[in-house]
Nanobody
Framework: EVQLVESGGGLVQPGGSLRLSCAAS????????MNWARQAPGKGLEWVSS????????YYRDSVKGRFTISRDNAKNTLYLQLNSLKTEDTAIYYC??????????RGQGTQVTVSS
C-alpha cells in the first residue's frame, strides 16, 4: 500500500521560509519520479514541482521558480520541498504526489502552509 506522509507546514510571515518533508513507503521510491502539488482555498489542485528518480532533474511552475527547491533522499525514502521568500499567495495545503497525472496517482493527507502577517 502506497503511503505518503507530509510534514513541516505552519504559519509564517511573508518573506519567511519552511521546509516540507514527505515520508514515502509501500512502493519503489528510488525509481519513482515524485512531485509536490498544492491546493489553495476555493481552488483546484495545482502542480508545483517534480523531481526525477535520481534527483538530478528538477522542474517548477513559473510562480515558484527561484524560491522553492525540491530534493530527495532515496536512502531515507523522503521527499523535500524548501520554500523561501514565501508570499501570501503561496498559502495552501501542500501534497506529496506519486505518479502525477497518471493512472496510479496517489497523494498524502497534506500539510497546511499559511503565509500571513
Amino acid at each position: 500500500e502506497v503511503q505518503l506522509v507530509e510534514s513541516g507546514g505552519g504559519l509564517v510571515q511573508p518573506g519567511g521560509s519552511l521546509r516540507l518533508s514527505c515520508a514515502a513507503s509501500g512502493f519503489a521510491f528510488n525509481s519513482s519520479w515524485m512531485n509536490w502539488a498544492r491546493q489553495a482555498p476555493g481552488k483546484g489542485l495545482e502542480w508545483v514541482s517534480s523531481i526525477d528518480s535520481g534527483g538530478t532533474g528538477t522542474y517548477y511552475r513559473d510562480s515558484v521558480k527561484g524560491r522553492f527547491t525540491i530534493s530527495r533522499d532515496n536512502a531515507k525514502n523522503t521527499l523535500y520541498l524548501q520554500l523561501n521568500s514565501l508570499k501570501t499567495e503561496d498559502t495552501a495545503i501542500y501534497y506529496c504526489v506519486k505518479d502525477w497525472g497518471g493512472s496510479s496517482q496517489s497523494r498524502g493527507q497534506g500539510t497546511q502552509v499559511t503565509v500571513s502577517s
